[in-house]
């Protein structure tokens, strides 16, 4: 039997190798990144995340991006479910490096596109069971995921699987919503409950969840009050305005630990000056710096998922609220744990214009 390597179209991949005399194939981990637009044009290739290689499997890979197609469990404007696609679309743009940490993800991290989960579009508590399987799998390779949504539902089976690999974790939860309520019309699964249901099976340690960006009319004075008697810390959007978050995730940071924690970031935490295409918009929201200021912050933590969800393209022509959650995953792929470093940005030099 000869020696063969099936090489990926996106040049450097995770390819398997089989040897000569055995019937087993390993794959050889190798690092891909997303092609130059000098070699294959933006509007060129298959629509992966950041164009890079497609996956039918985590195996091997230090970290994936996997969409969840999913918007049956909104409360308002639905459409969720073409976000991973735009998403995917914007992230055409992103090249290799961050370009004021430094961080080299692909230097640093095998990863790759996974595709999609294969949502059931007409049972929402099937889809329950459906993600928390894909993502059983995706944990079992090692793998960290980094998910698009779709919209706020998904969280909570994408915990279900990760306490079951790690136990209860810290949760940075930006959002201009808790998404703690107990139930509507009688359901109990619905894009603003994810978390109540988390913390009812003792997916979170509630001493270390952050809830940051909230805001809005309420339907009741003490909206807030379930998530602060769990232990929730909550920095609501007001407390954000006309100041740097970087001094919060510096306490956020030694409040978290080194405990594992996953990061849920929807895309309505961000005022619809930036971020219009969504179901359940609220004015008065984060800035893009500071979204970026808060998921630098997580620099340094044990973070071992993120999702990046609520995006709904029929609500923005434009395709900028996708271009903001693609470049959010980017980011949240730059603080993972393995990621390389390079020089130090330049804070202290004076541009003169």
Same mark, same amino acid.
């Given at each position: 039997? !000869?020696?063969?390597?099936?090489?990926?179209?996106?040049?450097?991949?995770?390819?398997?190798?089989?040897?000569?005399?055995?019937?087993?194939? #390993?794959?050889?981990?190798?690092?891909?990144?997303?092609?130059?637009?000098?070699?294959?044009?933006?509007?060129?290739?298959?629509?992966?995340?950041? #164009?890079?290689?497609?996956?039918?499997?985590?195996?091997?890979?230090?970290?994936?991006?996997?969409?969840?197609?999913?918007?049956?469990?909104?409360?308002?404007?639905?459409?969720?479910?073409?976000?991973?696609?735009?998403?995917?679309?914007?992230?055409?743009?992103?090249?290799?490096?961050?370009?004021?940490?430094?961080?080299?993800?692909?230097?640093?991290?095998?990863?790759?596109?996974? *595709?999609?989960?294969?949502?059931? =579009?007409?049972?929402?508590?099937?889809?329950?069971?459906?993600? #928390?399987?894909?993502?059983?799998?995706?944990?079992?390779? *090692?793998?960290?995921?980094?998910?698009?949504?779709?919209?706020?539902?998904?969280?909570?089976?994408?915990?279900? !699987?990760?306490?079951?690999?790690?136990?209860?974790?810290?949760?940075?939860?930006?959002?201009?919503?808790?998404?703690?309520?107990?139930?509507?019309?009688?359901?109990?699964?619905?894009?603003?409950?994810?978390?109540?249901?988390?913390?009812?099976?003792?997916? =979170?340690?509630?001493?270390?969840?952050?809830?940051?960006?909230?805001?809005?009319?309420?339907?009741?004075?003490?909206?807030?009050?379930?998530?602060?008697?769990?232990?929730?810390?909550?920095?609501?959007?007001?407390?954000?305005?006309?100041?740097?978050?970087?001094?919060?995730?510096?306490?956020?940071?030694?409040?978290?630990?080194?405990?594992?924690?996953?990061?849920?970031?929807?895309?309505?935490?961000?005022?619809?000056?930036?971020?219009?295409?969504?179901?359940?918009?609220?004015?008065?929201?984060?800035?893009?710096?500071?979204?970026?200021?808060?998921?630098?912050?997580? #620099?340094?933590?044990?973070?071992?998922?993120?999702?990046?969800?609520?995006?709904?393209?029929?609500?923005?022509?434009?395709?900028?609220? !996708?271009?903001?959650?693609?470049?959010?995953?980017?980011?949240?792929?730059?603080?993972?744990?393995?990621?390389?470093?390079?020089?130090?940005?330049?804070?202290?030099?004076?541009?003169?214009?």
């Amino acid at each position: 039997m !000869a020696n063969w390597v099936c090489a990926a179209i996106a040049g450097r991949n995770l390819f398997p190798v089989q040897h000569p005399f055995s019937l087993f194939t #390993r794959f050889v981990k190798t690092f891909a990144a997303p092609p130059s637009n000098s070699t294959l044009a933006r509007c060129a290739g298959i629509t992966s995340m950041m #164009r890079l290689p497609v996956r039918g499997t985590a195996q091997e890979l230090d970290a994936c991006f996997v969409g969840i197609p999913l918007d049956i469990g909104t409360s308002n404007r639905p459409g969720t479910r073409f976000g991973p696609r735009q998403i995917r679309n914007e992230s055409v743009l992103i090249r290799h490096y961050n370009s004021y940490t430094r961080a080299a993800p692909f230097e640093s991290l095998a990863v790759a596109d996974i *595709g999609d989960v294969a949502v059931n =579009l007409y049972n929402l508590k099937d889809n329950i069971r459906i993600i #928390r399987e894909f993502y059983h799998n995706i944990l079992s390779s *090692g793998c960290r995921p980094l998910t698009m949504g779709g919209d706020h539902t998904i969280t909570y089976p994408i915990l279900q !699987a990760i306490a079951k690999k790690y136990g209860p974790v810290g949760l940075v939860h930006v959002d201009a919503h808790d998404d703690t309520s107990d139930s509507v019309a009688g359901e109990k699964v619905y894009h603003g409950s994810p978390f109540r249901r988390c913390v009812d099976e003792k997916l =979170l340690d509630c001493k270390r969840v952050l809830q940051i960006g909230l805001r809005g009319s309420l339907a009741n004075s003490h909206n807030y009050d379930w998530s602060i008697k769990q232990g929730f810390r909550i920095v609501q959007a007001e407390h954000c305005w006309y100041k740097s978050l970087a001094p919060l995730m510096e306490e956020v940071a030694t409040q978290m630990g080194p405990g594992p924690v996953y990061i849920s970031f929807d895309i309505d935490a961000l005022d619809p000056a930036f971020a219009p295409g969504t179901g359940t918009p609220e004015i008065g929201g984060l800035t893009t710096p500071q979204a970026l200021e808060i998921i630098r912050g997580c #620099r340094g933590m044990n973070i071992i998922g993120c999702d990046l969800v609520e995006v709904s393209p029929p609500y923005d022509t434009t395709g900028n609220t !996708a271009l903001v959650g693609a470049n959010l995953l980017f980011e949240m792929l730059c603080v993972l744990p393995g990621v390389k470093y390079g020089n130090l940005p330049l804070n202290n030099v004076q541009l003169s214009l």
